[in-house]
C-alpha cells in the first residue's frame, strides 16, 4: 500500500493562463490556503510523476514552484486564522 504525504506547494508564475492551468491541477489534489499556496496530498509513488506535472508548467525562467514535505508533528501543529470559509476544507489533514 502507498503511504500519502502531505506537502505545501508555492508558485510564482508571471503568465496568469499558466497560472490559472496550475492551479487547477494543484485543486485535483488539495486545497488553497493562499493565492499561490496548496496544501495537497500525494501517493508517494506518484510524487515524481506529480513533480513532472509541476515542471511541464513552467514556461520561462522566471516561474518558480517550491515543493515542501510536512512530516505529521507539522500537520497538527499548523495554526490557522482569518477567513478560513473557502480556503480550507477542516477534514483534509486527518
Not at 508558485?11 to 488553497?32: A, C, H, P, Q, V
Not at 496544501?39 to 515543493?67: A, G, P, S, T
Request: charged share 35%; glycine share 2%; proline share 1%.
Amino acid at each position: 500500500m502507498s503511504r500519502i504525504e502531505k506537502f505545501i506547494v508555492i508558485y510564482d508564475i508571471e503568465n496568469t493562463k499558466i497560472r490559472t492551468r496550475l492551479s487547477r491541477l494543484l485543486f485535483e489534489y488539495g486545497i488553497r490556503t493562499q493565492f499561490s499556496v496548496f496544501e495537497v496530498e500525494v501517493k508517494n509513488r506518484e510524487f515524481n510523476r506529480f513533480i513532472k506535472m509541476l515542471e511541464k508548467k513552467l514556461k520561462n525562467d522566471k516561474d518558480k514552484i517550491y515543493v515542501y514535505p510536512l512530516d505529521k508533528k507539522s500537520v497538527k501543529n499548523i495554526k490557522r486564522a482569518g477567513n478560513l470559509e473557502n480556503s480550507i476544507i477542516n477534514d483534509f489533514f486527518i
